[in-house]
């Protein structure tokens, strides 16, 4: 490809609203261009390195007996409807209706669609399949941002094992695991797998794979033993504590206080971890306490993880008032009967506690949890901070920004059974196929790439996706001799079976050398007048700046030893 036959709408200035760097240089370097927000319009350099991201996907997922499809991305309400997840999805769904008034949504993902299929299955012999397609999918985003990080259309590799039993679906997974690390590792990337919920997938277990990057959105625990988790996920091992000899009961008054650090600074109450905070969730319609210990806060999506698809939301002021009687503040759950109790595991055997009485203005303190408080349901709750013991080996825990560029789920029979896809077992019983479902953000890949392999002066591709393998800058294409060894350089290149970008444009050395670094060719040939004299070109690697002086009649093969 010659640069002034392309589409290469460079930049000189960065994006006013680009905050990650993947952003700020896919704009720049004339990738991608946004059509409204969360909406992104890829250009021909984009596509060339979607392309190869996809087609690194295809290999390792064929590899491992995956079989392709195209499914529809417009579904009827119906398959949501049975899986439960129509009300589930909530706004993030797109939800359309037809001329006939018919409910539709645009896919967000192929669960259901992959199940219903699954119905065409009739025995164990049938079985294993993993299914997989690369196309578009559609959420509605409350807050699309970062570029092609997060946004509201975006193609995924999103594949589906089916099995007729759990054994089998760990084999599969495993495969999926070690086929995603591939994946990854050849695309340029280093990722971390971390356990992680599950959210709305559902589902036995998922791990994520995770690239460090400040520009990410998901918090990760790490420790130098090699334990790993998403925080929605992440415990720690807190240190032992001394409570005091039991004691009886006392209701004291505490004008004012509301809040566990007004508790803290009031005469006669107690310090934040020797506290019981009292939180209302409305859990399908029913008001239910959660309990944690004064200076811990809760990790919501634990919660929600442990309530098993259950609705559940932040109480309100008027229900608060209703359920127990007092505001927030002069909350506890001591005497509570006829309500749903559940505890983080840190508040197990404690006493010595302080909390609300359920009267404004008014506190408990020598609260013997196991005495004073019927706990119906023991959790790990808390949010997990920095410096805190790992449960592995105690050593300190340390928190760091990650994009998430991949997340694989055992979601067991949970669709099948809704769906009814069955087989017949060995024993000619029907049972429900066992899934997992594994999938890929094909752009959010790119842009971990480029949040990964950057400089202050651009891009830095690795090879294997990189638009073009090398960039032959003409630096005088006036002039008759250095165009006639650039044109010939070029077609010995693309004989040799190199992907070529040529920038013959009538533009300053300067300008050239700046788009080249910019949209990150891996390397770089320089060919000039000077050069030439001496019998050679310039030959430089973008990621080191190496540069290297090579007859002309030996790049190729100096090319070719370099892209292996």
Not at 173 to 194: S, W
Not at 212 to 232: H, P, Q, R
Not at 257 to 275: P, Y
Not at 395 to 422: C, N
Request: hydrophobic share 40%.
């Amino acid at each position: 490809m010659r640069w002034s036959h392309a589409f290469i709408p460079t930049l000189r200035e960065d994006p006013a609203d680009s905050i990650a760097a993947s952003h700020r240089l896919l704009v720049r370097a004339g990738y991608i261009r946004q059509l409204m927000a969360g909406s992104y319009s890829i250009l021909p350099l984009a596509m060339r390195v979607r392309d190869k991201i996809i087609e690194v996907i295809r290999h390792e997922i064929d590899a491992i007996g995956g079989q392709e499809f195209l499914l529809p991305a417009l579904h009827p309400s119906e398959v949501w409807k049975e899986s439960g997840r129509w009300d589930l999805m909530g706004e993030e769904m797109f939800r359309l209706a037809d001329r006939k008034g018919a409910d539709l949504v645009l896919g967000m993902t192929h669960e259901e669609v992959f199940a219903s299929l699954a119905r065409e299955l009739h025995s164990y012999r049938d079985l294993p399949q993993i299914w997989y397609q690369i196309q578009t999918k559609f959420r509605d985003e409350p807050r699309p941002k970062s570029g092609i990080l997060r946004v509201r259309e975006f193609t995924m590799k999103d594949s589906y094992s089916l099995d007729v039993d759990g054994d089998g679906l760990d084999h599969q997974f495993d495969l999926h695991r070690q086929a995603y690390l591939n994946i990854f590792r050849r695309c340029g990337m280093e990722p971390i797998t971390v356990e992680a919920s599950s959210g709305a997938m559902g589902g036995s277990g998922s791990v994520e794979f995770m690239v460090f990057s400040e520009a990410g959105e998901d918090d990760i625990v790490t420790c130098s033993c090699g334990y790993a988790a998403n925080l929605e996920t992440a415990t720690s091992a807190l240190p032992p504590v001394d409570d005091p000899a039991p004691a009886e009961l006392e209701e004291f008054p505490t004008p004012g206080v509301r809040t566990i650090k007004a508790l803290e600074d009031f005469e006669g109450g107690a310090s934040a971890d020797r506290q019981i905070k009292t939180l209302v969730y409305i859990v399908d319609d029913q008001p239910t306490l959660v309990l944690l210990r004064g200076d811990h806060d809760l990790m919501e999506q634990k919660l929600v993880d442990a309530l098993g698809g259950a609705r559940a939301r932040p109480a309100v002021s008027d229900e608060i008032v209703a359920a127990l009687g007092a505001h927030a503040g002069s909350l506890g759950a001591v005497g509570v009967d006829g309500m749903r109790i559940i505890a983080d595991r840190a508040l197990d055997g404690r006493r010595g506690l302080t909390t609300g009485a359920n009267v404004d203005d008014r506190h408990f303190r020598n609260v013997d949890v196991g005495r004073d408080i019927t706990v119906g349901e023991w959790l790990d709750l808390r949010l997990v901070r920095p410096g805190e013991g790992c449960v592995e080996c105690g050593q300190p825990l340390r928190i760091d920004k990650a994009i998430e560029v991949g997340h694989i789920f055992k979601l067991g029979t949970r669709y099948s059974q809704a769906l009814g896809a069955t087989v017949m077992d060995t024993e000619g019983q029907p049972v429900p196929v066992v899934m997992g479902s594994y999938g890929i953000g094909v752009e959010r890949a790119m842009a971990a790439i480029v949040e990964t392999s950057h400089d202050d002066r651009g891009i830095i591709w690795p090879v294997a996706v990189a638009p073009y393998h090398v960039v032959v800058t003409v630096v005088r294409p006036g002039d008759p001799a250095t165009s006639e060894a650039a044109e010939q350089l070029y077609r010995d290149l693309v004989e040799a079976g190199v992907e070529v970008l040529m920038d013959d444009r009538d533009e300053r050395p300067g300008v050239k050398f700046a788009d080249a670094e910019l949209i990150g060719i891996p390397f770089r040939i320089t060919v000039g007048p000077r050069s030439l004299e001496a019998g050679t070109v310039e030959f430089t690697e973008r990621r080191t700046g190496e540069v290297e002086h090579v007859a002309p009649v030996d790049v190729a093969a100096h090319l070719m030893a370099r892209l292996g």
